[in-house]
């Protein structure tokens, strides 16, 4: 195989990853019927308590458990807004992402000292990309995802909970309890991304995730809400990513190419997400 084609397909696999992980999680917040738009800022705060606990301990391990804590603490913050206080959803996830990115800058003042970035730090270091344990994760995450949704009382309680809620809690099912599981999960996986991401750049930056939320938010309609689909979708993306990479060498304006992924978004969104499924949400308990 050609090395330069060799070379881009594993930049599609490492670009990709992320937007796996943030999208199959996203199915479980949505399939328990909590529109999770605050995930760009749990991927933010996924990234830097990767970066402080990995600069702090010199374990990716810790960076990696920081980056949960964090997921988990953000995404709890969400869910107690949204499914105990029933505040709007879409507004809600756009303050949590106001406040991560608050909050992460402020972090990096305090910690780092500077308002840009971090320290360097090591990253997972592996000899191939293939053996990182957050990307194996991402491949696991898809077919345990399929599992939990569609093989276990489980996730048949989660889809009808978001189907339904009235019907749920008819059927015995514990509403409040079964959207914070489904919230929480969808935090940790986008944390986990966010640590992907900067063991990747192996430093934190303002604002480094970029729109990635919102992509993988895309990826998850445009996947019909299935963790396989959202794969898929995340892939088409981060091809296009890849070719934005590869074409800010060529003589197209670079304002142009930079902007190449949400252009591919919004055209992708256009044409095949009408009449392609609708968000498995209950309209009166879904709120947004």
């Known amino acids: 195989m050609d090395l330069q084609l060799i070379v881009l397909l594993l930049q599609i696999v490492r670009i990709a990853v992320p937007y796996v992980l943030t999208s199959v999680g996203a199915i479980f917040s949505e399939r328990g019927g909590v529109v999770n738009l605050a995930l760009e800022g749990l991927m933010l705060v996924g990234a830097f308590g990767a970066a402080l606990g990995q600069y702090r301990t010199g ?119 079964m959207r914070y599981s489904g919230v929480l999960i969808s935090g940790a996986l986008a944390a986990l991304a966010g640590a992907f991401l900067v063991f990747q750049q192996h430093t934190f930056t303002d604002n480094m995730t970029a729109g990635r939320g919102y992509i993988a938010l895309a990826a998850m309609i445009i996947g019909r809400w299935t963790p396989l689909g959202a794969a898929l979708a995340s892939l088409f993306f981060a091809a296009a990513e890849s070719m934005e990479i590869w074409l800010q060498t060529g003589w197209l304006p670079s304002q142009l190419v930079q902007s190449l992924p949400y252009v591919v978004t919004l055209v992708v969104l256009a044409v095949f997400g009408r009449g392609h499924g609708r968000a498995p949400v209950d309209k009166k308990e879904g709120g947004g």
Not at 87 to 107: E, K, P
Not at 138 to 146: D, I, M, S, T, Y
């Open 59 to 177: 374990s990716a391990l810790a960076g990696v458990f920081a980056a949960l804590s964090c997921g988990l603490l953000v995404s709890l913050l969400f869910a107690f807004v949204t499914i105990t206080l029933k505040a709007d959803q879409i507004v809600a996830g756009i303050a949590i992402n106001l406040l991560a990115m608050g909050a992460t800058r402020f972090g990096l003042t305090t910690f780092f000292g500077s308002a840009m970035n971090s320290e360097r730090i090591a990253g997972m270091e592996v000899p191939s990309l293939f053996l990182d344990p957050i990307v194996i994760l991402a491949v696991v995450a898809v077919a345990a995802g399929h599992y939990m949704l569609y093989k276990t009382p489980y996730g048949l309680r989660l889809r009808s909970t978001g189907q339904s809620a009235e019907t749920a809690e008819s059927a015995g099912i514990n509403v409040a309890r």
